[in-house]
């Protein structure tokens, strides 16, 4: 988790960009110049990497967007993590992979070795045996990665899931955080996903897991405000990193202009935002 | 499922051959023909599906296993999806996604269009909103496709996450795959992942989901064993289908001789173990 947490106090940011490229939604000024969808893809996802570069701690890639495209879409994804490397921004791949053994080993040199993301998101569904083989690959980075792992997430029928048994469910994967975390960083190794939708589900994750890192989902577009990441934060008034993907990425649509300037914009608004939540590593 | 159900009586196997590459593990006369890893492991899982084409229903392609090989993995995988077809196999892409609205959408449209799989694995942590989108693409399928959910697996540390609350989260997972499966086929197109290595689960799950369609991994290899499928049948003595991966692959380390008629073989025996056990679709 390092890498992350140094990247948000030099940034003073708390805020992750999540690139979750719709190609139905890609602006006219990059559309028009290329014939085949990953290309657009990468120019855009590449102009909003170095727009919102000093605004942003780190860069969320969602997989499905790149695995939609085909092998050329991942060419795509594999550019990107070397050009957000290239920035000095730590990826995080938003792949929730939740796979055991071999193939939860297989999936975690994919994303973190091969591809050569710091950090990545996983699924507890299969226990222990899903997530520490990608403990076990970033532990061999030395900038210091790290694994989020899906606790209480902000879709509208996680509650009927992740609630529906005693005790709810997000309080055993969050004791399989506690548990399975470790290293010498400021954080634990293992983090959690924990949405901003529901602020009661939140503080209870917190006390669950006093220390670790929160990677929030859910800003702007998904209803989480800066209500819902109050309740998330730790008693230093830290431990948790934002991510707004449609909001910067489509910001654009709404206010006219360069699709540039408008994701540097909506980055440094949610930051401020973020910052006066009082939310800093 | 319905795609499924049609190759398993025709073939009258239960049997699923798992593609499972390990780079590692490719027979000499295969890995000395080839400079690079992807060539080879598509020669293998190539030359694997030919031998196996009489023996199985279906073929299951693990997606860690290619996504490890980089974009170049992908194309292999794409062209293996391509190769069963060709031969009258249906391809359930084990992908464990789950991820929602429109990245499930995403993920969905990736393995089961661009990719053009039959059937998908699907991880239920985040509840509906992961597993909708995909049932929503296997609809537009004409030969009739389907998910499977993650219910009770077969690893060593599933009971620890997936029996530790009341009622055990298996049951919300089975649930959720009664509510949400449709469509007109003999089976429905929300079909569940069931361990053979949990009998007394198993069971539960069966009497949970008394019409579905389970996708049993962990044969062999694992664990799981005959006495773990019965326990998994419906009450026509039906409703399974048995994955074996590494059984079959690596069939050839233990036999000797050539790997496709080791994996034949194997699959062979695999296939009337299950007749054995009175598995049938």
Do not use: W
């Not at 947490?5 to 290329?34: F, T």
């Not at 120019?43 to 969602?62: I, P, T």
């Not at 190794?189 to 939140?202: K, L, N």
Request: with cysteine.
């Amino acid at each position: 988790m390092q890498v992350l947490v140094d990247a948000a106090r030099r940034k003073e940011s708390a805020l992750v960009a999540g690139l979750d490229p719709d190609p139905g939604r890609l602006p006219e000024e990059v559309s028009a110049r290329h014939h085949s969808e990953d290309r657009a893809v990468y120019e855009f996802c590449r102009g909003v990497l170095e727009a919102v570069v000093d605004e942003v701690s780190a860069v969320k890639l969602q997989s499905a967007y790149f695995e939609r495209l085909g092998p050329r879409g991942m060419e795509v994804y594999a550019g990107l993590v070397r050009d957000a490397a290239d920035l000095g921004l730590p990826v995080i791949a938003d792949v929730k992979r939740g796979d055991i053994g071999p193939v939860a080993a297989a999936y975690a040199e994919a994303h973190l070795a091969v591809y050569g993301a710091a950090c990545a998101t996983v699924s507890p569904y299969m226990g222990d045996d899903a997530v520490l083989p990608f403990l076990e690959e970033v532990r061999r980075l030395e900038a210091g990665g790290g694994v989020f792992v899906l606790v209480a997430t902000s879709n509208p029928s996680a509650p009927a899931f992740q609630e529906a048994t005693r005790p709810p469910v997000y309080e055993v994967a969050a004791e399989l955080v506690r548990r399975l975390g470790g290293g010498t960083g400021d954080y634990p190794d293992a983090g959690a996903v924990v949405g901003a939708t529901r602020p009661e589900v939140g503080r209870r994750v917190r006390e669950l897991l006093p220390r670790a890192l929160f990677l929030v989902p859910g800003y702007g577009a998904q209803g989480g405000d800066a209500a819902g990441v109050r309740a998330l934060l730790d008693r230093r008034g830290g431990g948790v990193l934002v991510n707004s993907s449609r909001g910067i990425l489509y910001a654009y649509e709404k206010s006219g202009g360069g699709y540039q300037s408008a994701a540097r914009s909506a980055a440094r608004d949610a930051r401020d935002e973020l910052r006066g939540v009082g939310a800093r590593l």
